[in-house]
């Protein structure tokens, strides 16, 4: 089937030019901000027909794309950078996020901003790694093993971190060959959006911008989103699925892929623990710790969400983390923002509330919300059954244990179905090691935070409830053999005896 670009309307992304959705008669969404509940938004949901769309542009770009010289990708995501650190860009994006999806200006400025630029920057060295190998064989042949695109990727990016988590799951992808097309959140469609200007305000400016079709973008309405989603993993022109989000959504798109026999990289949920030893720096362990659970709400798998602390520091270590959470304000202007919807806020207090009549004890926080908005809590005594320690609150919360061995941390900090990140605080460097081979997180850090001091070049292979897979180059690449035999060497048959 042949579709023809639809006139302008209200923009879906298709590489570097704006359309409109195919099917006129579809009903607008509203989009308000969970914060103020001012209308941000109003682009209208893709209908089956734009998502054809847009995987057949994609599908079509896949060919010259696939062998665009890696100069000329490392070129465009030094001049996107660029565009991204301008006053113009990064102004629009911290508005937009903050409108859209509730985001304090400060989160999304370090997160969608400055990390991402130096992601765009750092990701210019990307292109050339895609490398194959020579292999031994015998009989005097030679083999070959290349590493080429897999050709459509659809990536389905959430909101909680619009910009930074879009591009450093979809930047990869792009670096390797693959076409792209990109199912927004419904939640912050045009903050997602802005990758798309941000590549083509590149071309415009310095004549290195992604081709038509490489990068496009698909807004889907929350009703049709298991339809529409599942139309395009059934699509034989998508060759990968790659989810950012919840355990819970991640499964149904997992067995959505199975369907067809498709690959996932699933990046999921996250209960991170930070183990505090006896030896600890107990101030700064405190500040990094409530840093840790409560930035940008807690609405972050890597934030901090479990605190697991030996017998020795304990008092003095909850004392610290008390007074620091109790200082700490929601609201409009503060480095705190809101939760994404007041229903999101009601399961955060209701997780909460269920810890304290479980018999757990709440040294902060009211147990209540204001419509989105709900304070920082902190909780001693929830235990493995609890759902405040079991599942991800996605919120300003920290669950206290207390323990009395290193054998007890572990035991606690692996109480868990995800694997995502971990901290560990001590002054024994060599006792670190030893423990973080133990603890079953993908990422341990050793007295940072557990978002870390930085992600660059680490692992992101994740395991249980935290998903699988990984987002590097390599994810995105398929692997060919090539065997070389010399023209006229004489080989044996074994179905003829001469």
């Known amino acids: 089937m042949t579709l023809l670009a639809p006139p302008l309307l209200s923009p879906l992304r298709i590489g570097k030019r704006m359309s409109s959705c195919i099917s006129l008669a579809t009903a607008f969404n509203e989009i308000r901000s969970p914060s103020t509940r001012k209308l941000v938004r109003v682009p209208p949901p893709a209908a089956a027909a734009d998502c054809l769309y847009a995987i057949e542009s994609a599908g079509k770009a896949f060919t010259s794309w696939s062998s665009t ?102 930047v990869p992808a792009l670096a390797a060959g693959n076409a792209v097309v990109l199912c927004t959140s419904e939640q912050s469609p045009a903050c997602q959006q802005l990758a798309g200007d941000i590549f083509k305000e590149a071309s415009r400016q310095h004549f290195a911008g992604l081709p038509d079709g490489v990068l496009n973008t698909v807004h889907v309405s929350k009703e049709d989103a298991t339809a529409r989603v599942s139309e395009m993993i059934a699509h034989p022109a998508v060759r990968k699925i790659a989810f950012v989000g919840s355990d819970l959504v991640g499964k149904i798109v997992a067995a959505e892929a199975a369907k067809h026999l498709k690959p996932c990289a699933l990046e999921l949920g996250g209960k991170a623990p930070a183990v505090i030893l006896d030896d600890a720096n107990v101030e700064a362990a405190a500040r990094a710790v409530v840093s840790g659970a409560m930035i940008s ?82 909780v001693l005594g929830a235990k493995p059954g609890d759902r405040l320690w079991d599942r991800e609150s996605f919120g300003p919360v920290l669950a206290f244990a207390v323990v009395d061995t290193v054998e007890d941390a572990i035991t606690m900090a692996n109480a868990t179905s995800y694997s995502s990140n971990a901290s560990i605080w001590t002054e024994d460097v060599g006792a670190a090691l030893q423990l973080s081979r133990r ?60």
Request: glycine share 10%; proline share 5%; with cysteine.
């Open 69 to 170: 010289t890696p100069s000329f990708k490392a070129d465009i995501f030094r001049k996107a950078a660029d565009v991204l650190g301008s006053p113009e860009f990064s102004k629009q994006n911290v508005r937009g996020e903050g409108d859209e999806a509730g985001m304090a200006g400060y989160w999304a400025s370090l997160v969608d901003v400055k990390a991402t630029k130096e992601l765009l920057v750092q990701s210019a060295t990307l292109p050339y790694e895609v490398a194959g190998d020579v292999l031994p064989s015998d009989m005097g042949s030679d083999a070959f093993a290349y590493k080429r695109p897999m050709g459509v990727i659809l990536f389905i990016i959430p909101w909680n971190a619009p910009l930074g988590i879009l591009m450093s799951s979809v």
């Open 297 to 378: 709400n807690g609405q972050s798998c890597l934030c901090t969400k479990r605190a697991i602390v030996q017998r020795g520091i304990a008092n003095e270590f909850i004392r610290r983390v008390k007074a620091i959470a109790l200082r700490l304000k929601v609201g409009g202007g503060c480095k705190m923002s809101c939760s994404s919807s007041e229903a999101a806020a009601e399961n955060i207090v209701s997780m909460v509330n269920d810890a304290v009549n479980g018999g757990a004890c709440l040294l902060a926080g009211d147990m209540k919300h204001d419509g989105p908005w709900v304070q920082p809590h902190v």
């Open 439 to 498: 603890i079953t997180s993908c990422r341990v850090w050793v007295n940072p935070s557990t978002l870390g001091a930085d992600n660059g070049g680490s692992p992101s292979a994740f395991g249980g409830s935290s998903g699988y897979g990984s987002f590097d180059i390599d994810t995105f690449l398929d692997s060919q053999l090539v065997c070389l035999s010399p023209s006229g060497q004489e080989r044996r048959f074994f179905l003829f005896d001469d």
